[in-house]
């Protein structure tokens, strides 16, 4: 038979529409993204389970993270751009398939081609052709211009509404904007810091010491931190693999929130014998791993600070949460501390038993909106109000906790002036027995933390989470 013939018979593979072929990191992403619309899900506790679970490593899981995370981080720009492109409402399924190839085709390496035509090829397998037709259409618009092209027609102009150019450039609620230019203190370095919350951030570890340390760590492929002597950088690889972390003598912790706990460890207190700490929402148990090694096996950085220097060891740590599951987690990753399922509001301990308190208080988190790439359209300022309530109330707790010439830390993962330095002024104002300490005198080496006493730490100033600390010393 012809050529010709074998065309007529079906005998050609170019009759008919492509199969599209399975692609696992996109799925894997769409599932992700799909995840967090309809029930929400957590993507970073969803998409490490998920890879794991479909055995997608290497290549293929780096591209299924930064296609989860980097899409949801952008969705504010990327559904701006999406409905100029549209002549009607997508559903959801469709518009979280649009927002994944927006972000191959403005913010990825992608070529145009591959990234709508895995885009489609992943509508006909998931959800159908009509779906995939129209997706196409769409893709190919968006396409036509780069993000630097689109910007200027999705956002609003810069001289008549700053906060909202940036919160479409940068994909951030406009609530967010302003609440992050307030605690800067201006505009100046706005466009920085949004850019470093849209950043993947490295993964940092914490040798935990008497347990672990950064030599160790080096070991196994980190680098030094760069403030804390405990931390260690680790730019690839999976932590968990890490023997000093599946043995909980090290852990994934950021280099802010192992600095706060340090620095609370770091402030003089008189008296004699074993100190008591009380870290008083512990869980999950980052701050009170360390904190826990510490009060046993003392501050091995050899930080001089004066008179009595470094914490040289002889502490025991009493760490509550108000979650009994949260409670188990921290139970998980300390080796010597106490551990109890407790509500701070309502102490089931006496006044004035401890020396230094920790209170990593319940906040908006939107200092790791980098980590939780979701959160940001999670939030709701609706909400913060209570939250202050709270944030007091406990304050007051851990004040009543400490004997006079303890320390109390005060620590939010989230700069708003709500949480952060107006929580800490009124508490401050109405007690009569609590003065605030500079906090930026005990963590050396660390510049950028703001005009005082607290410390502001930033994702664009020094790579962290942007954390708060203030320290209150109770007065006798």
């Not at 609370?264 to 100190?275: H, M, W």
């Not at 148990?285 to 091995?300: P, S, W």
Request: one cysteine or more.
């Amino acid at each position: 038979m012809s050529d010709a013939g074998n065309r007529r018979a079906g005998g050609s593979r170019r009759r008919g529409p492509r199969r599209p072929v399975r692609d696992q990191a996109r799925n894997a992403a769409f599932d992700v993204v799909r995840a967090v619309g309809e029930r929400d899900a957590y993507a970073n506790l969803l998409l490490p389970r998920l890879l794991r679970d479909r055995g997608i490593k290497g290549r293929d899981a780096a591209l299924a993270t930064e296609l989860a995370y980097g899409t949801l981080r952008g969705l504010g720009t990327y559904d701006a751009i999406i409905e100029m492109c549209s002549d009607r409402a997508p559903d959801p399924d469709v518009l979280d398939a649009l927002r994944l190839g927006a972000h191959q085709l403005l913010r990825m390496r992608v070529p145009p081609h591959a990234a709508v035509g895995t885009t489609v090829d992943l509508v006909r397998l998931r959800i159908g052709a009509g779906a995939a037709k129209f997706v196409n259409a769409v893709l190919r618009k968006i396409g036509s211009r780069t993000i630097e092209e689109w910007l200027p027609i999705v956002a609003p102009d810069a001289a008549d509404d700053p906060v909202g150019h940036l919160a479409v450039a940068h994909g951030h609620p406009r609530w967010i904007v302003s609440a992050f230019r307030d605690a800067l203190g201006g505009p100046d370095e706005m466009p920085a810091l949004l850019e470093a919350d849209n950043a993947r951030p490295l993964v940092t570890l914490v040798a935990r010491p008497g347990r672990s340390s950064v030599a160790e760590l080096e070991k196994s492929g980190a680098a030094p931190g760069r403030y804390s002597p405990y931390a260690a950088y680790l730019r690839e690889g999976d932590p968990g693999q890490i023997a000093a972390v599946a043995e909980t003598r090290a852990a994934v912790q950021d280099e802010a929130s192992q600095l706060v706990a340090l620095a609370l460890t770091r402030v003089p207190v008189e008296g004699d014998g074993e100190e008591r700490w009380l870290d008083l929402c512990a869980g999950p148990g980052g701050k009170a791993g360390l904190l826990d090694a510490i009060a046993v096996h003392g501050d091995q950085a050899g930080i001089d600070l004066g008179e009595p220097g470094a914490f040289a060891g002889g502490a025991r740590l009493l760490a509550a949460d108000l979650q009994h599951h949260r409670a188990r987690l921290v139970h998980q990753t300390t080796r010597d501390a106490w551990v109890v399922t407790a509500d701070g509001t309502e102490p089931a301990w006496r006044e004035g038993a401890f020396d230094r308190v920790m209170l990593d208080a319940p906040c908006t988190g939107l200092g790791a909106l980098r980590r939780r790439p979701e959160a940001r359209w999670r939030r709701d300022p609706a909400g913060i109000g209570d939250l202050g309530k709270l944030q007091r109330r406990l304050l007051g707790t851990a004040l009543d906790a400490v004997r006079p010439g303890g320390v109390v830390a005060y620590v939010t993962c989230s700069p708003h002036l709500a949480e952060t330095r107006v929580v800490v002024g009124d508490v401050v104002t109405r007690r009569k027995d609590a003065e605030q300490l500079d906090a930026r005198a005990f963590l050396p080496g660390v510049d950028g933390l703001g005009e005082g006493p607290h410390a502001q730490f930033w994702p664009h100033r020094h790579g962290t989470d942007a954390m708060f600390l203030a320290l209150l010393r109770k007065r006798h």
